[in-house]
């Protein structure tokens, strides 16, 4: 969802636990379904298969210990420093079996008991599988594995209750404080993400919120300062991690044919993230 300071990795085998994030990224160990249109849409509908862009083991990045990400294909933002954006469509995922994923994920429950991990759903947009979403959530939870979800919030009104109730930690993208600096930067309205984060407050929800710092767009103080503001208001936020934006994905969006808007750009500088890290300390707020 949100640019990192480390490159995706796919993992293959318990063996590779990296302690950051490494090139590449796949289905590797997760046999794609080919079935008639008919009945794949008709699965899809029930949640059994999901179109999964990649999935990776790591630690340290994607929530506490080390992690199996998943990263599911669809999103409905078009944010200009995406740095996935081959996961914009669900069509250009893999069919994957929820059945397949779970005993994958099943393979790693050692690993979690020892690190303290679990699972993470990531994308693209998760919640823009909401079925498939809920689903593997509530298989992880029976295997007794921590579950997390990084997500904008945009789709938060797809989230039901009960899927919450499987979520022991969000990974929140809140991508500006100024709706109209939100709405140039991904395409789309703040209100959504800001009503998600408040529900989840609401629901004792732990959440971690993430803010992507990219120079001349979401940098200015005024715009940190309303993003902080809104998340001291939040109970349930434990830490807010400050992401420098740059340049990992530039190739993908050249690959794909997409004009991309920030190719001149600069990541900030030391001691403008020190800055905005600042902005939110100075609010009591946990930040790194």
Request: charged share 25%.
């Amino acid at each position: 969802m949100t640019t990192t300071t480390a490159p995706r990795v796919a993992a293959s085998t318990p063996l590779e636990l990296p302690s950051g994030r490494r090139a590449g990224a796949g289905t590797a160990g997760l046999a794609p379904v080919d079935l008639p249109r008919t009945e794949m849409f008709a699965r899809m509908r029930a949640g059994e298969i999901g179109s999964v862009h990649s999935w990776e083991l790591v630690t340290a990045v994607d929530g506490p210990g080390t992690r199996m990400t998943v990263f599911l294909a669809g999103c409905p933002l078009r944010c200009l420093y995406c740095h996935n954006p081959d996961t914009w469509r669900m069509r250009d995922g893999k069919a994957v079996e929820l059945d397949t994923l779970v005993a994958r994920l099943a393979r790693y429950r050692g690993v979690f008991e020892a690190t303290g991990g679990g699972l993470t759903v990531s994308g693209g947009e998760p919640l823009q599988q909401p079925v498939f979403l809920a689903r593997l959530l509530r298989a992880a939870k029976e295997l007794g594995i921590h579950t997390a979800v990084d997500t904008s919030g945009f789709l938060g009104a797809a989230c039901t209750d009960e899927m919450l109730d499987d979520i022991d930690l969000v990974l929140l993208d809140v991508k500006s404080g100024d709706p109209d600096t939100y709405r140039r930067l991904t395409g789309r309205a703040l209100a959504p993400t800001l009503d998600f984060s408040r529900r989840l407050a609401a629901r004792g929800v732990e959440t971690w919120v993430r803010f992507v710092l990219v120079p001349g767009l979401t940098d200015d103080v005024e715009n940190v300062e309303l993003v902080a503001e809104h998340v001291a208001s939040l109970a349930t936020v434990s830490r807010v991690e400050v992401l420098p934006f740059h340049q990992m994905g530039r190739d993908k969006w050249a690959s794909l044919g997409v004009p991309y808007e920030l190719e001149e750009t600069e990541p900030p500088s030391p001691e403008l993230v020190e800055r905005v890290r600042g902005q939110f300390r100075a609010r009591g707020l946990v930040t790194y």
